[in-house]
């Protein structure tokens, strides 16, 4: 059950950063372009567990993505507005496919269960 809860987070998550980037006029295909950047950060795995742990677990967390909204509301920058927008949306989506935060045990082991 507790399953299913984060996985449709994620969708409300992910549906409510694409409503909002609909706003803006930069089209779909920076969105798309853009989308998969946070995985970036499992090059941290090639170094060792510990450390991809650590790199992806802090790319994939909410409080990092609101930061650029944060600071673009505050600035009243539509880059950061929509690089936090976009930034978030990857988070929501991997949350509803079921991929959650890591523990440093394995890449497989997260907060969802074991995938």
């Given at each position: 059950m507790?399953?299913?809860?984060?996985?449709l987070?994620?969708?409300?998550?992910?549906?409510?950063?694409?409503?909002?980037?609909?706003?803006?006029?930069h089209g779909w295909g920076l969105f798309l372009l853009f989308l998969l950047l946070p995985d970036i950060s499992m090059l941290g795995y090639f170094i060792n567990v510990k450390i991809g742990?650590?790199?992806?677990?802090?790319?994939?967390?909410?409080?990092?993505?609101?930061?650029?909204?944060?600071?673009?509301?505050?600035?009243?920058?539509?880059l950061s507005i929509i690089a936090g927008l976009i930034w978030t949306a990857h988070i929501g989506m991997d949350r509803l496919l079921g991929y959650g935060l890591k523990y440093p045990t394995h890449f497989k082991d997260t907060h969802f269960s074991k995938i």
């Open positions: 507790n399953r299913v809860i984060l996985q987070e994620g969708l409300f998550v992910l549906l409510f950063c694409m409503y909002f980037y609909s706003t803006y006029d742990t650590l790199f992806y677990n802090l790319f994939h967390t909410y409080v990092t993505s609101a930061l650029p909204l944060a600071w673009g509301i505050i600035t009243h920058s539509d």
